[in-house]
């Protein structure tokens, strides 16, 4: 038994060792197949993360790397306009962000940010067994640099590529710039919610204020907003901002970084977010100007990525204040309009509105919107004319008068009467009451006299550019076709002594660094000469103290302007300005229906521009009078307005600049009790002149002869006070030129036969031109 006892346990130990041995064997093989395979999936994992790393940016490129920075435009004064980004974003340094921001933040994403290299692996390994326990994902284990790595170069798409994609970056950002750098890095690049991108855009929108001045309280609820920035809005959802914030503090108390009673107060603090909201991918404040220089130049020249992504510095010409008066003033307008102010010494745009309201219609009436000036155009008409020899105190007939214009296309006879507004007639006037009560007769008379191409010439000099002005006798009557930009530009000839500016609305675009892409400084040439310009402003200064402009009348100082309105009342104006600026209202309805019998420029435009003027000049240096002119050989005089002799005690006078030897040296006949004889001798005395159509239709050849000597054409309603014996003119000093060119014949017309308007985009049609530049630029989708 013994035997076979021994035998059975050989028999069993062989088998056991037998079943070891295959056990063992199968081990091995399953450790030498774990091994290859774990080999494999390194070598591939290997592989795969090295492929991954060769698509993300080097060392080198992350140090080059620069960030989407808002375009920040500015006034004249450097305060903010506005800013222009996809990403609103303003870089702020690090020293100028408070410890208890930085702390704050470190203290809710990343307790360990000074002691990790990149990546924390015990914070991985903790939320691992956190959302393992929990079964849902509870917690996160990025750390600061891992979430600047993913908002700089990666999507938020949660995949494990781009988790080892992030955990590659941030190993590169650590080994590329010190912990400081990296953290300014983040806080500028992190998206705070609302559109917020950055610390600085986060405070401007939370609190309006700078990251320096943030508080405990203010530090810990931006802080909180980090994590999920539209679950943790305070505005939307501010019970669970406060739970956020409670917790970062909470935090901060555990990390030593604050007292347990400081958080305790800061929680405490009531936050108000009234003001909140989301800054808008365009602009909101002047925003018919940031348009007229977005598209005119800034587009153009720079590109969409630069523009709202580079960082830009823009320092415009407008003043705020200025501007903000303009747009107040436009809405007290019932149609539409636009309102313009310039320095007439620079050509600085000081603000300009284009319209009541740029949300319901992009079209910016201020350099879009071709309208005739009417009478405003009537001060380069008298230019002209004092340029080629004519006086305000010189008289020229107010009367009916026709033009054969042709024939139509019937074949029938084409005649053109223009008329004066309210279909009264004067007689024989002075050229300065003309202007002051806006007589239409007499300036086409005047430009008749004066020749159209000399009007022209002198209204291309003093800045006009629009290609819609015609080269008729309408032309006396504003029958041009201007924008309200470039009337301003041309007015200027009348405050800065006949210097042409060029307006501009940038001084200059830099950097954000400072480094300076371009500068703007005035564009001006003496355009007229300043006798010439001083004349004819101190006339426009008569048209405010007893004319069609007395509603911009302006208390204490000196005012000069010209009213303006066109057929069937469709468009007012007045233009004109005070010491260092001039300033343009223009009202009408973009269907160009009428404004109503009552909508002239004296009516509608002038008290505009009153309110307007009166609110801009308490916000830059206005002198009360214009500058001395004595050096450009003018003087002033005071004349008899209704006669142009000197003044007496009875006579309705005004006070006016006139070149030097021009002026009368006798006192006025009828009213101011001078004698007829005097007048007769003195080289000096207004004359009445005579245009090419008045000595057709009196059947003389003199162009000029002494006042009230001939009688006026038929039709005159209010008679000559005085007639005296015809006498030839003395030779004058001045002799009163010929036109250059001889009325036209019936087959080429004095106007157009039928009145034509320049083509121009529909407001709606503005609109959508807007909305395709924007996509074309980048801007929108």
Request: charged share 25%; hydrophobic share 40%.
């Amino acid at each position: 038994m013994s035997q076979k006892g021994d035998k059975d346990r050989k028999n069993r130990s062989k088998s056991s060792k037998k079943k070891r041995s295959l056990l063992g064997t199968v081990l091995y093989s399953f450790l030498v197949v774990i091994l290859l395979a774990s080999a494999v999936v390194a070598v591939v994992g290997s592989l795969y993360i090295r492929s991954l790393a060769a698509s993300l940016p080097t060392s080198e490129e992350i140090a080059r790397y620069e960030p989407d920075l808002s375009t920040i435009v500015y006034d004249r004064h450097n305060r903010v306009i506005t800013k222009l980004f996809r990403q609103n974003r303003t870089w702020v340094n690090l020293e100028d962000i408070p410890v208890v921001m930085r702390n704050a933040v470190i203290a809710a994403e990343d307790s360990e940010f000074y002691k990790h290299k990149g990546v924390d692996f015990s914070a991985i390994i903790r939320a691992f067994w956190k959302n393992v326990t929990s079964g849902r994902v509870e917690q996160g284990a990025s750390t600061i640099t891992q979430q600047l790595a993913r908002n700089m170069f990666l999507t938020q798409e949660k995949t494990l590529a781009r988790k080892i994609k992030e955990a590659i970056l941030a190993v590169r950002l650590e080994q590329t710039f010190s912990k400081e750098r990296i953290l300014e890095m983040y806080l500028n690049v992190i998206y705070f919610g609302h559109g917020a991108w950055g610390i600085h855009s986060a405070c401007q929108l939370y609190f309006n204020k700078e990251p320096k001045d943030l508080t405990l309280s203010e530090a810990t609820l931006l802080a909180g907003i980090i994590k999920a920035p539209e679950y943790y809005s305070p505005k939307r959802h501010p019970k669970r901002a406060a739970i956020r914030q409670a917790y970062v503090l909470r935090r901060m108390v555990e990390l030593g970084m604050i007292s347990p009673q400081d958080a305790e107060r800061a929680k405490k603090i009531q936050l108000d977010f009234q003001g909140l909201k989301k800054p808008s991918l365009m602009f909101d404040s002047a925003p018919y100007f940031i348009s007229y220089i977005l598209f005119d130049h800034l587009l153009p020249k720079y590109g969409s990525d630069l523009v709202y992504r580079g960082g830009l510095r823009v320092y415009t010409t407008i003043d705020l204040d200025i501007q903000r008066a303009a747009e107040e003033a436009i809405q007290n307008l019932k149609s539409e309009g636009a309102i313009v102010a310039l320095d007439p010494y620079t050509g600085e745009i000081l603000a300009l509105v284009g319209g009541k309201d740029f949300n319901k219609s992009k079209f910016n009436r201020a350099t879009q919107a071709y309208r005739q000036p009417g009478s405003a155009f009537k001060p380069f008409v008298y230019a002209a004319a004092l340029e080629k020899g004519l006086r305000p105190i010189d008289h020229v007939f107010d009367a009916p008068l026709s033009f054969d214009n042709g024939v139509d296309e019937n074949g029938e006879e084409n005649i053109w009467s223009p008329g004066n507004y309210g279909g009264t007639y004067h007689g024989e006037v002075t050229i300065l009451e003309a202007l002051v009560h806006s007589y239409n007769t007499v300036a086409v008379r005047v430009g008749q006299i004066t020749g159209i191409q000399r009007i022209l010439n002198l209204a291309r000099d003093a800045g006009f550019t629009s290609p819609h002005i015609p080269a008729d006798l309408s032309v006396a009557l504003g029958s041009a076709s201007i924008t309200p930009l470039e009337l301003a530009s041309a007015y200027c000839i009348f405050a800065n002594d006949g210097f042409r500016v060029q307006p501009f609305g940038i001084r200059k675009v830099t950097t954000a660094a400072g480094e300076v892409l371009e500068s703007f400084e005035p564009l001006k040439f003496q355009a007229v000469p300043p006798q010439i310009t001083t004349t004819i402003r101190s006339m426009m200064e008569e048209v405010v103290r007893s004319g069609t402009g007395r509603r911009a009348k302006i208390e204490g100082y000196e005012v000069f302007g010209k009213t303006g309105t066109t057929n069937e009342y469709s468009d007012a104006w007045f233009a004109g300005g005070i010491p260092n600026m001039i300033a343009v209202v223009y009202a009408g309805n973009d269907d160009h229906t009428s404004l109503g019998k009552a909508g002239t420029g004296g009516t509608i435009a002038a008290p505009v521009w009153h309110d307007f003027v009166s609110k801009a000049k308490e916000y830059i240096p206005i002198d009360t009078t214009f500058p001395d002119t004595s050096t450009y050989d003018v003087v002033e005089v005071k004349i008899c307005r209704e006669t142009g002799f000197l003044a007496g005690d009875s006579c309705p006078s005004a006070s006016i600049l006139m070149p030097v030897g021009t002026t009368p040296e006798t006192v006025c006949p009828i009213h101011g009790g001078g004698s007829w004889e005097a007048a007769a001798l003195d080289p000096n005395s207004p004359k009445l002149l005579l245009s090419p159509k008045d000595q057709e239709t009196l059947g003389v050849t003199v162009a000029s002869a002494p006042v009230y000597s001939i009688a006026p054409p038929e039709g005159t309603e209010e008679q000559i006070v005085v007639q005296t014996p015809y006498i030839a003119p003395p030779s004058l000093d001045r002799p009163i030129e010929m036109p250059e060119e001889p009325t036209p014949k019936p087959k080429a017309p004095l106007v157009p036969k039928v009145e034509t308007r320049p083509k121009e985009r529909t407001p709606e049609e503005i609109d959508k031109r807007f909305r395709e530049l924007l996509k074309q630029y980048g801007i929108t989708e």
